[in-house]
């Protein structure tokens, strides 16, 4: 089987650093999708905005090099667990996976239509990098796709701690509105690595245009700097 992307996401996120662990934990992240120039049709998204969320189909594009370079583990280390505890791949949503597909839910905003890209498809709360290959797209349908009283293993007993971030009026000016209340809900779920626990230590973190440093000390996170990237 040999498969190619569709489109690409394009996301405020230019790295891995700080991108919610699942989608629809930030559902005011806004991206949006462009279809590559063999599938830039308009017939293909017919009847599209009859539906409220879309599943996509990506690949965890940034880790091809750890691919490479390291064998296959069946056994991952999920940050829910404090990366302490070892669970099997396909008990987990690990990036690290042997075929690096993603799968994500999302809520469609709109579809606008653009001259040289066509149907551009904008969708909000995504947990995807910018320029994220997208392989495939298809509609959420709530009687099939809808499982509320399942259970979640792990997840059900290991909730993420949300941090209290403080940011001062003046480093928040800095950013449009809008974005300066999504960085704030990004960085409430702890954009760490699980292992991390310095409160010394600042961390720089890539967010659209800007470049945001911050430190943890508990359960609150301080936002020390803010300054648009060059």
């Not at 099997?88 to 709109?110: C, Y």
């Not at 320029?131 to 349908?141: A, C, L, N, Q, S």
């Not at 292992?195 to 230590?201: E, L």
């Not at 659209?208 to 700097?225: P, Q, S």
Request: with cysteine; hydrophobic share 40%.
């Amino acid at each position: 089987m040999t498969i190619e992307p569709i489109a690409y996401y394009y996301s405020v996120f230019q790295t891995k650093f700080g991108i919610p662990r699942q989608s629809g934990i930030v559902g005011e992240l806004r991206g949006y999708i462009v279809f590559t120039p063999r599938f830039r049709s308009c017939d293909a998204v017919r009847g599209m905005d009859g539906f409220d969320y879309l599943w996509l189909l990506w690949e965890f594009s940034a880790n091809k090099n750890d691919r490479q370079n390291a064998t296959w583990s069946p056994m991952v280390r999920p940050p829910l667990l404090g990366g302490n505890k070892a669970v099997g791949v396909f008990a987990s949503r690990s990036p690290f996976r042997p075929n690096a597909i993603g799968l994500s839910s999302v809520k469609l905003d709109r579809i606008e239509f653009v001259d040289g890209k066509g149907p551009v498809i904008h969708v909000l709360g995504a947990d995807l990098m910018n320029e994220t290959p997208i392989y495939d797209i298809k509609p959420y349908v709530t009687y099939s796709d809808s499982h509320p009283e399942a259970r979640s293993g792990f997840v059900d007993t290991n909730r993420w701690q949300q941090l209290t971030v403080h940011i001062a009026d003046e480093l928040k000016s800095v950013l449009p509105n809008a974005l300066g209340d999504v960085l704030i809900k990004v960085l409430e779920c702890d954009p760490r690595p699980q292992y991390h626990d310095d409160a010394h230590k600042i961390y720089g973190m890539p967010f659209d245009m800007y470049d945001v440093h911050f430190k943890v000390e508990g359960n609150d996170l301080y936002v020390v700097d803010i300054k648009e990237l060059k």
